[in-house]
Every structure is written in structure tokens, then in C-alpha cells.
């Protein structure tokens, strides 16, 4: 009765969990485009300037960094680490718009941002999986609570398996040791 119990908390709790990997996806995905509109903000007048001079944005940092005073070179370095930044954010917000609802997971731990990762977590919101893709996850998660409430079963069985045979093996030495040499004579 507790082994059955135990198997259907485990297997709902995995399909709620799982069934909450589109809602955490969406608003990851929110968070980045975020963060790369505000990338792109901060660049615009870079950009603006490096394109009305021809160049790239890197051909204009290089131009700024050799020209530059002591000041403007901390300015050109930030600059230089924004846009870093923001082509890793659109490289990972490309890779996300793009992926399908089976590549998607990978795609998400291979581009994950652990700032973006905090701040989603920080402030989810649950939703309830209603959609195909939610459905499918929460059978996922169903399946993987079924097989982790199996493992627990079995791991279990294995242990009193293993403290029954020691409780009924003999003890050498005492009395039950030196019959057991006497017979052996």
C-alpha cells in the first residue's frame, strides 16, 4: 500500500515538475530577448557611428582603442564586452527560436545564462501544461518519476536482501565457530 503510494506521488510530482519545463522555457526566452533589446540599446550609437565610418563594429573598437587616452580606453573595453555580450544573446536567442520542441532542452543548457537562469527562477510562474508541448513534457516527467520510484523500489529490496542474509549467517568464533571446526575434523 506505501509502495504504491510512494510510486504515484513520485510519478505525479515528475510529470508536474516536468510538465513546467515550456513555462520555464517561455519565460527564459522573454528574459533574453529582454536583455538583448537592452544590449542593442546600448550599442545603437556604436553601430551608428561605426556604419557612417564604414566599418565594423570591431574595425571601430580597434580604431578607438589605438586613439584612445587612459579614459576612453575602460570605455572602449566596456563596449568591446557588450558586444560580446550581446552576440552571445542573439546567438543563443537564435538557436532557441529555432530549435523544436525536441532539441529545445539541449539547445536551452547549451546556451544557458546563469543570470538570465537566476533571474527566471527567481521570479517563475507556474502555468499549467495544456498545450501539446506541455502534455509531452509532463509525460516525460511522468515516466521518469515511474522509473525513479522503480529505482527507489528495487535499491530498497536489494538493502533488507542484504541485511537478511547477514542476519542469517553464522558468526565465527563462540560456540557455533568451534562445532563447526569439530565436524571439520
Given at each position: 500500500?506505501?509502495?504504491?503510494?510512494?510510486?504515484?506521488?513520485?510519478?505525479?510530482s515528475?510529470?508536474a515538475?516536468a510538465?513546467?519545463?515550456?513555462?520555464?522555457?517561455?519565460?527564459?526566452?522573454?528574459?533574453?530577448?529582454?536583455?538583448?533589446d537592452q544590449a542593442?540599446q546600448?550599442?545603437a550609437?556604436?553601430?551608428?557611428?561605426?556604419?557612417?565610418?564604414?566599418?565594423t563594429?570591431?574595425?571601430?573598437?580597434?580604431?578607438?582603442?589605438?586613439?584612445?587616452?587612459?579614459y576612453?580606453r575602460?570605455?572602449?573595453a566596456?563596449?568591446?564586452?557588450?558586444?560580446?555580450?550581446y552576440?552571445?544573446?542573439?546567438?543563443?536567442?537564435?538557436?532557441?527560436?529555432?530549435?523544436?520542441?525536441?532539441?529545445r532542452?539541449f539547445?536551452l543548457?547549451?546556451?544557458?545564462?546563469?543570470?538570465?537562469?537566476?533571474?527566471?527562477?527567481?521570479?517563475?510562474?507556474p502555468?499549467?501544461p495544456l498545450?501539446?508541448?506541455g502534455?509531452?513534457?509532463?509525460?516525460?516527467?511522468?515516466?521518469?518519476g515511474?522509473?525513479?520510484a522503480?529505482?527507489?523500489?528495487?535499491?530498497g529490496?536489494?538493502?533488507l536482501?542484504?541485511?537478511?542474509r547477514?542476519?542469517?549467517?553464522?558468526?565465527h568464533?563462540?560456540?557455533h565457530?568451534?562445532?563447526?571446526?569439530?565436524?571439520?575434523r
Open positions: 500500500m506505501l509502495g504504491r503510494l510512494t510510486n504515484a506521488l513520485l510519478a505525479t515528475g510529470a515538475a510538465g513546467q519545463a515550456p513555462a520555464f522555457q517561455a519565460q527564459y526566452r522573454q528574459q533574453l530577448a529582454g536583455r538583448l542593442r546600448d550599442l550609437q556604436l553601430l551608428k557611428e561605426a556604419d557612417a565610418k564604414g566599418l563594429p570591431e574595425q571601430f573598437l580597434q580604431r578607438a582603442e589605438k586613439e584612445a587616452g587612459a576612453t575602460s570605455l572602449v566596456d563596449a568591446h564586452s557588450t558586444l560580446d555580450t552576440r552571445n544573446l542573439q546567438e543563443a536567442y537564435n538557436a532557441l527560436s529555432q530549435s523544436t520542441l525536441v532539441s532542452p539547445i543548457i547549451q546556451h544557458l545564462d546563469p543570470q538570465i537562469t537566476g533571474s527566471v527562477v527567481s521570479h517563475f510562474q502555468a499549467l498545450n501539446m508541448e502534455l509531452a513534457y509532463a509525460g516525460i516527467g511522468l515516466l521518469i515511474v522509473a525513479f522503480a529505482l527507489l523500489e528495487y535499491a529490496r536489494r538493502i536482501h542484504s541485511l537478511r547477514m542476519k542469517g549467517k553464522p558468526h568464533g563462540g560456540q565457530g568451534s562445532t563447526l571446526r569439530q565436524q571439520g
